[in-house]
């Protein structure tokens, strides 16, 4: 299980950090439209108060309001607002105005002489703001309170369109700011999924250097590190080679002994007479003899698979080329077999050329371990089919008999080295557990794909090669 992506880990501390950036930034705003919108609205009604403290006529019948009609109307009317304002003495009874504006405590009209001050209150059913303004009179034995009011109603829209102007550009910013980090980051890291890219693409056998370029510099370890692995499994797989080459050509001279030595032993024992008492030996020698061939064919296809390995890692040997004729001669000594023993060998190709990229030497080699392994374990009926490719397949070489097959759950290990099936020890087919595994080790070298396939989808058992165009 692994763990969270690397683009993750650098991404969600961003964004915990742009998030909590931009939640502040947002109550910010707010407060700041909030206080904005108020200082303004506030500083036009304690205008307005000012303008009609400097109004009030101080008289022998009391203080009265100098305001003509038309100036009445005008501090009243607002097509967006409510407003009103009132005239009040010191013991709250309102002289001029409208008789429902809302007279803050005697101890705030007293603390507005000097300076007009904000209240909120209610009017009319509806929440309003005020102010209040005390003058007094030039005499100073008397004091009237000047109030306006007027509803919230404007300054909450402005209020709102203050913070909207400020809220969105700011959610705006933030989020390309993050996408451009995003962006950044997965820029930055986009060499490296270049690298996991020409990993993926290549080969089992491909053990080139990855490439530097581009690399980030704190990944440069890394690939360094990587890259020597792989000098080192490389390396490691080439003395494993060597060595099995190795060892199937040292096994081959005493084994090629030994048959001769066994060819004529047995000849002796022929000739002998049956008072000799060696006429019994004949089975053992049979024995000797087929055990002797079984070790020379495993020896041999020991060095074919280690020479396969070296060869095929050749690119310039590769040739695109129809198929068709390098098939009939691969498996003409195969066919000729097959009619010995009382079996049929039947291809099936189209007439046009079919053409696919392979090696020659080593495709043969493919064809006749997988014919040889349907002589041993398939049924009297084998047929070679190839099949040109179209749109939806490449080139397939199909070898199918009617035998028995395999269960289906086995067929993973087909293809395994030495699995030669359940109680292979009580048969004696001569085969080695070899021919399959050499064979798609041989076609995937090639660019291809070998599958198997069992009853009850075909006959018997069927090998597929899918060639590489």
């Not at 108060?49 to 038309?70: C, E, H, N, Y």
């Not at 090629?256 to 000849?267: I, S």
């Not at 097959?338 to 495709?363: C, K, N, Q, Y």
């Not at 009297?380 to 199918?400: F, G, N």
Request: aromatic content about 4%; hydrophobic content about 45%; cysteine-free.
């Amino acid at each position: 299980m692994h763990g969270p992506s690397l683009r993750r880990q650098l991404l969600q501390p961003l964004f915990w950090v742009w998030a909590s950036g931009m939640v502040i930034a947002v109550a910010g705003a707010l407060l700041l439209a909030r206080a904005a919108a108020n200082a303004a609205f506030d500083r036009g009604l304690q205008d307005e108060a000012s303008a009609l403290a400097t109004k009030v006529i101080w008289s022998d019948r009391g203080p009265l309001l100098d305001l003509t009609r038309q100036a009445m109307e005008l501090v009243t009317w607002d097509r967006a607002d409510r407003n009103a304002f009132a005239m009040v003495d010191v013991d709250g009874n309102v002289l001029a105005g409208d008789g429902d504006v809302p007279v803050p405590p005697a101890e705030r009209r007293r603390q507005s002489v000097h300076q007009p001050m904000v209240f909120n209150a209610d009017y009319a059913h509806e929440p309003v703001r005020g102010v209040v303004f005390s003058v007094m009179s030039p005499m100073l034995d008397r004091m009237v309170s000047i109030i306006v009011v007027e509803s919230t109603r404007k300054r909450s829209a402005a209020m709102r369109d203050i913070q909207i102007g400020i809220v969105l550009p700011a959610v705006a910013l933030g989020a390309v700011t993050f996408a451009l980090l995003a962006w950044g980051i997965r820029r930055g890291l986009q060499p490296l999924r270049d690298v996991a890219a020409d990993v993926a693409a290549r080969g089992a056998q491909d053990w080139r250097p990855l490439p530097l370029q581009q690399v980030p510099a704190e990944a440069v370890p890394l690939i360094e590190r990587i890259n020597t692995l792989l000098d080192d499994v490389q390396r490691s797989m080439s003395v494993q080679r060597r060595f099995i080459a190795d060892a199937a050509h040292q096994l081959r001279t005493p084994v090629a002994g030994m048959r001769v030595l066994l060819q004529d032993l047995q000849q002796e024992l022929s000739s002998a007479t049956p008072a000799d008492g060696l006429r019994g030996w004949q089975p053992v020698m049979a024995q000797l003899l087929s055990s002797n061939d079984r070790m020379a064919r495993l020896i041999g296809q020991l060095l074919s698979l280690a020479r396969s390995e070296t060869s095929l890692a050749v690119d310039a040997e590769y040739q695109t080329q129809d198929i068709v004729p390098v098939l009939r001669e691969a498996t003409e000594p195969l066919v000729l077999q097959a009619l010995r023993l009382g079996r049929s060998i039947t291809l099936e190709a189209p007439d046009m050329p079919v053409a696919a990229r392979i090696h020659p030497l080593w495709f043969g080699e493919v064809l006749v371990n997988l014919l040889d392994n349907a002589l041993r374990y398939g049924g009297e009926h084998i047929t070679l089919r190839v099949r040109a490719a179209d749109a939806e397949r490449p080139v397939q070489v199909e070898i199918e008999d009617d035998g028995p097959g395999v269960p289906p759950e086995l067929l993973g290990k087909l293809f395994e080295p030495f699995w030669r099936g359940e109680r292979a020890d009580l048969r004696n087919d001569g085969g080695t557990g070899l021919g399959l595994a050499i064979a798609r080790e041989i076609v995937e070298r090639m660019g291809g794909l070998l599958e198997a396939t069992t009853r009850p989808q075909v006959p018997g058992m069927r090998f597929t090669i899918a060639l590489a165009p």
